[in-house]
């Protein structure tokens, strides 16, 4: 069931991650082309934040910033891994792989690679505070508009 809550988390984390999203393109290669990179990302955030933040919000303070944290991680586990496995489409166009497992490992192991890009002093506080304050907003909301 729709709630102000799911809206105000999915708004919420998108910011966080249109965000985190600039932050990450200036530590890439300067040759990278990021097509949609930020789109996909704000969209994947749209949906943690609808799925996960959502119908976990209402149940107070100290578990509103555990709901923000939870959907944080959330949102870069499955941004790297959708990146990681647009990168590897890319590489498998140029048959760099010998067979669908090998390709399938280089998701992982592409978003292991882009983790260790992403993994800086900066990128990880805007992620802890951001994530730490979407818990508190999406909290207020659930409490503020039943």
Same mark, same amino acid.
């Given at each position: 069931?729709?709630?102000?809550?799911?809206?105000?988390?999915?708004?919420?984390?998108?910011?966080?991650?249109?965000?985190?999203?600039?932050?990450?393109?200036?530590?890439? $290669?300067?040759?990278?082309?990021?097509?949609?990179?930020?789109?996909?990302?704000?969209? #994947?955030?749209?949906?943690?934040?609808?799925?996960?933040?959502?119908?976990?919000?209402?149940?107070?303070?100290? $578990?509103?910033?555990?709901?923000?944290?939870?959907?944080?991680?959330?949102?870069?586990?499955?941004?790297?891994?959708?990146?990681?496995?647009?990168?590897?489409?890319?590489?498998?166009?140029?048959?760099?792989?010998?067979?669908?497992?090998?390709?399938?490992?280089?998701?992982?192991?592409?978003?292991?690679?882009?983790?260790?890009?992403?993994?800086?002093?900066?990128?990880?506080?805007?992620?802890?505070?951001?994530?730490? #304050?979407?818990?508190?907003?999406?909290?207020?909301?659930?409490?503020?508009?039943?």
């Amino acid at each position: 069931m729709p709630t102000a809550a799911h809206l105000v988390a999915s708004v919420a984390l998108a910011l966080l991650a249109f965000v985190v999203s600039g932050q990450i393109m200036p530590l890439m $290669p300067e040759s990278t082309d990021f097509g949609y990179f930020t789109h996909v990302n704000v969209g #994947l955030a749209l949906v943690a934040g609808w799925k996960v933040m959502g119908p976990r919000a209402g149940r107070g303070f100290v $578990p509103g910033i555990n709901n923000g944290l939870t959907g944080m991680a959330v949102l870069v586990i499955w941004a790297l891994i959708i990146q990681g496995a647009v990168e590897m489409f890319r590489l498998a166009k140029r048959n760099i792989y010998d067979g669908p497992f090998e390709a399938l490992a280089a998701i992982f192991t592409l978003a292991l690679e882009y983790f260790f890009v992403m993994a800086v002093p900066t990128v990880l506080v805007t992620l802890v505070v951001g994530g730490t #304050l979407v818990g508190l907003v999406t909290e207020f909301a659930s409490k503020r508009w039943k």
